[in-house]
């Protein structure tokens, strides 16, 4: 089928433009693009966007279309690369600096009609008609857009978010931001090794991976934070379940892929974090993720440990530290070790995904999805930079006792007196010895999403199937987590404090999942072993702060951590309080 015939041919300069009389009627597009985007609602529910891209055999132009509408539109069917629609309603919205390929515009599309539901072959014209711009976009039937360029090097750069199995002639300058260990892999087919690496450029991230030879070849060549160009790779669909990479396709090494160091040894990243003072780390529960900003204070020597699987992995921990005040510990595992071997203090790193602990005190380890950058040249570690060059850092720390907050201990009738948590404006913590009178047992768990480091609440799409919104997933089983409420009371008064599930599992004696599956299972005993857990007494250390619920001001109590009262320590605390009154 001639897709040119169907589709509204060099539409999109028109689409665009400004001026209303120029705009074409019912443009019909192809869709060279289908991700799933985020939902405008809260985690309960609502509407996903999906992010399009749509060509008019010359352009692509991204667009924004509310799953609602492909719902009622293609009656249940999905929309996938390749399908062509015509745009009945639409408006035009700015998104920011041009990339190579995209226009600096996309469409927010509210109607639109399916021309063909089966996906066709992408079209792509010859482009030797169009006139020529500068950083114009030049694609033939059997390439990929390619930016024009004065420097022989980077001519003919593809980006990343322009890779797809439908083209062959690509060539990619990018950095490698990750990298894995060489790995050994047995199944009924055989054994054989592999490697990976992702890679990102000022477009997006992809991963690529190589077997065998090319994975004993290239996990020495590439090196972590620097850049190649790569080109004669193969382009596959992802495999989700293997990589949290943000892409729907990876790069396979193959023998005749060509991989060299980039001359500048630069390119444009837009590295997307979101960093967190280590001073606020004590808002963080165990095995949340955070993105942190650090200099490097102290290199530990090099551990070997046993896995669960019987394999001998490398361990490192550093002490990294800010410009909050504070240090705290991050394990590091496998290839990171290796990257840090020759690594000075003081460097600058950046942490990302790295996940909360609590033992022993706050910490951070890397895993699965973290990634750890070293001396990255961006704008988010200047103000780290400044102040290393500057000052000294100070040495407060999360290492050691749990107890890294000095926050005053009080009676429930203090916390109510005192009004602790009615500022607007910031969290107020305070420590308190009481006894459960009451728990909460209705909801007291909630359905998270599987993944490491995840624990966002999934939404039940079909029948033993849910969906991870986070992580634009869908998984057969869920873990469960605890959120509930528990009610204090001391030699004052009483209050609702609200737990997660860290200080939720200590309070209850069992982990979440196999307390659920009790009451799944055994109401009765369910109900017993709820019963058992009133009338013990704890050291709550919390948190207080305003929030609005249901357009009202409300303080909520949550616990941050909760310690069994030792009553020999406690005993001898009470004696050494009465001597220093009779003294006094």
Same mark, same amino acid.
């Given at each position: 089928?001639?897709?040119? #015939? %169907?589709?509204?041919?060099?539409?999109?300069?028109?689409? @665009?433009?400004?001026?209303?009389t120029?705009?074409?009627n019912?443009p019909?597009?192809?869709?060279?693009?289908v991700?799933?985007?985020?939902?405008?609602?809260?985690?309960?529910?609502?509407?996903?966007?999906?992010?399009?891209?749509?060509?008019?055999g010359?352009?692509?132009?991204?667009?924004?279309?509310?799953?609602?509408?492909?719902?009622?539109?293609?009656?249940?069917?999905?929309?996938?690369?390749?399908?062509i629609?015509?745009?009945?309603?639409?408006?035009?919205?700015?998104?920011?600096?041009?990339q190579?390929?995209?226009?600096?515009?996309?469409?927010?599309?509210?109607?639109?009609q399916?021309v063909?539901d089966?996906? =066709?072959? =992408?079209y792509?014209?010859?482009?030797?008609r169009?006139?020529?711009?500068?950083?114009?976009?030049?694609?033939?039937?059997?390439?990929? !857009?390619?930016?024009? /360029?004065n420097?022989?090097?980077?001519?003919g750069?593809?980006?990343i978010?322009?890779?797809?199995?439908?083209?062959?002639?690509? &060539?990619?300058?990018a950095?490698?931001?990750?990298?894995?260990?060489?790995?050994?892999?047995?199944?009924?087919?055989?054994?054989?090794? =592999?490697?990976?690496v992702?890679?990102?450029?000022?477009?997006?991230?992809?991963?690529?991976t190589?077997?065998?030879?090319?994975a004993?070849?290239?996990?020495?060549?590439?090196?972590l934070?620097?850049?190649?160009?790569?080109s004669?790779?193969?382009v596959?669909?992802a495999? &989700?379940q293997f990589s949290?990479?943000?892409?729907?396709?990876?790069?396979?090494?193959?023998?005749?892929?060509?991989?060299? !160091?980039?001359d500048d @040894?630069?390119? !444009?990243?837009?590295?997307k974090?979101?960093?967190?003072?280590?001073s606020?780390l004590?808002?963080y529960? *165990?095995?949340?993720?955070?993105?942190?900003?650090?200099?490097?204070?102290e290199? /530990?020597e090099?551990?070997?440990?046993?896995?669960?699987?019987?394999k001998?992995?490398? *361990?490192?921990d550093?002490?990294?530290?800010?410009?909050?005040?504070?240090e705290i510990?991050l394990?590091?595992?496998?290839?990171?070790?290796n990257?840090l071997?020759?690594v000075?203090?003081?460097?600058?790193?950046?942490?990302?995904?790295a996940?909360?602990?609590?033992?022993?005190g &706050?910490?951070l380890s890397?895993?699965?999805?973290?990634?750890?950058?070293?001396?990255p040249?961006?704008?988010?570690?200047?103000?780290?930079?400044?102040?290393?060059?500057?000052?000294?850092?100070? /040495?407060?720390?999360?290492?050691?006792s749990?107890n890294?907050?000095?926050?005053?201990?009080?009676?429930?009738?203090?916390i109510?007196?005192?009004?602790?948590g009615?500022s607007?404006?910031?969290?107020?913590?305070?420590?308190?010895?009481g006894?459960?009178v009451?728990?909460k047992?209705?909801?007291?768990f909630?359905?998270?999403?599987?993944?490491?480091?995840?624990n966002?609440? +999934?939404?039940?799409?079909?029948e033993?199937?849910?969906?991870?919104? *986070?992580? #634009?997933?869908?998984?057969?089983?869920?873990?469960?987590?605890? %959120?509930?409420?528990?009610?204090?009371?001391?030699?004052?008064?009483?209050?609702w404090?609200?737990?997660f599930?860290?200080?939720?599992?200590?309070?209850?004696g069992?982990?979440?999942?196999e =307390?659920n599956?009790i009451k799944?299972?055994?109401? #009765?005993?369910?109900?017993?072993?709820i019963?058992?857990?009133?009338?013990k007494?704890?050291?709550?250390?919390?948190?207080?702060?305003?929030?609005?619920?249901?357009? *009202?001001?409300?303080?909520?109590?949550?616990?941050?951590? +909760?310690?069994? +009262?030792?009553? +020999?320590?406690?005993?001898?605390?009470? @004696?050494n309080?009465?001597?220093e009154?009779?003294?006094s």
């Open positions: 089928m001639n897709v040119g #015939s %169907i589709i509204s041919l060099g539409c999109i300069q028109s689409l @665009l433009d400004e001026n209303e120029a705009k074409p019912s019909v597009l192809q869709l060279v693009r991700n799933p985007g985020s939902s405008n609602s809260n985690e309960q529910g609502g509407s996903i966007r999906y992010k399009i891209g749509l060509s008019d010359f352009e692509i132009v991204q667009g924004i279309i509310p799953d609602h509408l492909i719902k009622s539109v293609c009656n249940g069917k999905k929309l996938d690369r390749g399908m629609i015509k745009l009945t309603n639409y408006t035009v919205s700015n998104s920011g600096p041009i190579a390929g995209r226009t600096s515009k996309f469409l927010v599309i509210t109607g639109f399916m063909k089966v996906p =066709l072959e =992408l792509g014209h010859d482009y030797n169009l006139k020529q711009r500068q950083d114009s976009v030049v694609v033939n039937r059997d390439s990929t !857009p390619q930016r024009n /360029s420097n022989n090097s980077d001519e750069i593809c980006t978010d322009n890779i797809s199995p439908y083209h062959n002639k690509w &060539k990619l300058k950095m490698v931001i990750q990298k894995s260990d060489l790995r050994t892999w047995t199944n009924a087919r055989g054994s054989g090794k =592999l490697f990976n992702t890679l990102m450029d000022n477009s997006g991230e992809i991963r690529a190589a077997f065998n030879q090319q004993e070849e290239y996990a020495n060549l590439l090196q934070n620097k850049v190649y160009y790569i004669k790779g193969k596959n669909i495999k &989700k949290n990479v943000q892409n729907d396709y990876e790069i396979t090494i193959e023998a005749s892929t060509v991989i060299e !160091p980039a @040894l630069a390119v !444009p990243i837009k590295i974090i979101d960093p967190v003072k280590i606020d004590i808002n529960e *165990k095995d949340q993720t955070v993105d942190v900003v650090a200099a490097i204070k290199i /530990s090099t551990t070997q440990i046993t896995t669960k699987a019987q001998m992995i490398d *361990k490192r550093i002490i990294i530290v800010d410009d909050s005040g504070y510990r394990t590091t595992w496998g290839q990171q070790v990257e071997r020759d000075e203090l003081g460097t600058v790193v950046i942490c990302k995904n996940r909360v602990g609590d033992f022993q &706050k910490n890397m895993y699965g999805v973290s990634r750890l950058m070293i001396d040249d961006i704008p988010q570690t200047y103000p780290i930079r400044l102040e290393r060059e500057t000052s000294v850092f100070a /040495s407060n720390s999360y290492s050691g749990s890294f907050r000095n926050d005053p201990e009080k009676t429930i009738a203090q109510v007196n005192e009004n602790i009615h607007s404006e910031k969290a107020e913590y305070f420590v308190t010895r006894t459960i009451f728990i047992k209705e909801s007291m909630y359905a998270a999403c599987p993944t490491d480091g995840c966002k609440k +999934v939404i039940e799409d079909g033993n199937s849910y969906r991870c919104e *986070k992580c #634009s997933r869908s998984f057969d089983h869920v873990k469960y987590r605890y %959120i509930f409420g528990i009610n204090v009371s001391d030699h004052t008064d009483g209050m404090f609200h737990c599930n860290e200080t939720g599992s200590i309070i209850m069992k982990e979440a999942n =307390l599956n799944e299972n055994d109401e #009765s005993f369910f109900e017993d072993w019963d058992s857990r009133f009338f007494t704890y050291i709550f250390k919390c948190r207080a702060k305003m929030e609005n619920y249901q357009e *009202k001001n409300i303080i909520k109590y949550h616990v941050t951590e +909760v310690i069994p +009262v030792d009553f +020999v320590e406690h005993g001898k605390a009470l @004696l309080n009465i001597n009154l009779e003294t």
